[in-house]
């Protein structure tokens, strides 16, 4: 399978350590999400993937080999910044990107129709960016990073600036990607955007990995504990290994010593009541991101 392999990345301006040895991969086939606040070292990374910066220590690798550019040319990457030529028209900018990558001019054009069609944005081909939304140059961003058909899409903070509907179009064009067998890593600070269309997430905090894994597993705790709602006469009392606390309108919070204890209180709870959800209990990944960034840190 193809991989993109951060392995090690180091990298210090002056006595500021912008990344202590953060590794991590991203199989073809996954959207990764890379969370964390300003200036933890997220676009760092990604300038070092695309070569436009070099590491202290550390390599990045595609496939097993190390990135040359060779294969950064095979690379979609959408900066945090407006990256286009703003007085260009929409349709000829993208032509001439993707010329850029060695496609020829009906392959160009072709990719360039299919894009701003797919991003609806086809209207606009004629207008300069300048004269577009700030929505739309999202839009045409992306549309820039998938025209050449890349082999690898980075993008940092590609959901900046959209609407729920633009949102919803880029999301589904990003999994249709990884589909694709492209691996897929952005930034982001919508982190339950993050938790909802990712596979994986690795957080970064002053530099450093701090955690990295599937969102199931990052949730996944020691106690065991689940949210129950109810009507009715009322709940059984809990039995020797389980314990039940009110949470509030008509809801409690149940932990027990396993599975099959609170099973079988839900069971004894159907009996005396009405029972309407029975659900476990697991932190979001915002609540995961909050426990790992510093309060002096910026977050946002």
Known sequence: MTTLEIDGLTKSYGTVKALQDVSFDVPGGELFGFVGSNGAGKT???RIILGVLRADAGVV?????PVDLGVRRSIGYMPEERGLYPRMKVGEQLVYLARLHGLSAADATAAMEHWTEVLGVAERRDDAVEKLSLGNQQRVQLASALVHGPDILVLDEPFSGLDPVAVGVMSDVLRGQADK???VIFSSHQLELVERLCDRVGIVKSGRLVASGAIDDL????????TLAASGVGLPDAPPGVSVAPDGDGRWRVEAESADAAQAFLASAVSTATVTEFSPVRPSL????RDVVSETEEVA
């Open 181 to 183: 067998g492209v691996p």
């Open 219 to 226: 949730r996944a705790t020691d106690t065991l504990a689940w």
């Open 286 to 289: 915002t609540d995961l991101f």
């Open 61 to 65: 690798r595609w496939n097993g080999a």
């Open 44 to 46: 760092t990374t990604m």
